[in-house]
């Protein structure tokens, strides 16, 4: 299974005037967004409160993640995500027809 790189699509989603290409390494150019706007409605609150209190979400893990990034330690699994994702669907499926 092949996910399509998301970045191409920008130029297609008229994001393409709000990007400024700056050369890599190998001299492709990466779009860069100037500027995003995003708001939350009460719901989305009320659903962080309610899992942060379940004990959902796992802050410390969180964390740990972020800063894994930023170290360049964060190793994406591509091969796993795809297999899970590939559960999620079949059991939407299955969920579906019952």
Same mark, same amino acid.
């Given at each position: 299974?092949?996910?399509d790189?998301?970045?191409?699509?920008?130029?297609?989603?008229?994001m393409?005037?709000?990007? &400024?290409?700056?050369?890599? $390494?190998?001299?492709n150019?990466?779009?860069? /967004?100037? %500027?995003?706007?995003?708001?939350?409605?009460? =719901?989305s609150?009320?659903v962080?409160?309610?899992?942060?209190?379940?004990?959902?979400?796992d802050?410390?893990?969180? &964390?740990?993640?972020k800063? $894994?990034?930023?170290?360049?330690?964060?190793? /994406?699994? %591509?091969?796993?995500i795809?297999?899970?994702? =590939?559960?999620?669907?079949?059991?939407?499926?299955?969920?579906?027809?019952h």
């Open positions: 299974m092949k996910i790189n998301s970045i191409k699509s920008l130029a297609s989603n008229g393409a005037g709000r990007t &400024a290409g700056k050369a890599g $390494a190998d001299g150019k990466a779009p860069q /967004i100037d %500027s995003v706007n995003v708001q939350l409605s009460s =719901l609150e009320q962080q409160t309610v899992s942060a209190s379940d004990g959902v979400i802050t410390a893990q969180i &964390a740990e993640i800063q $894994a990034i930023r170290d360049g330690r964060f190793k /994406i699994n %591509s091969g796993a795809a297999d899970r994702l =590939l559960d999620s669907v079949k059991e939407l499926i299955n969920a579906s027809h």
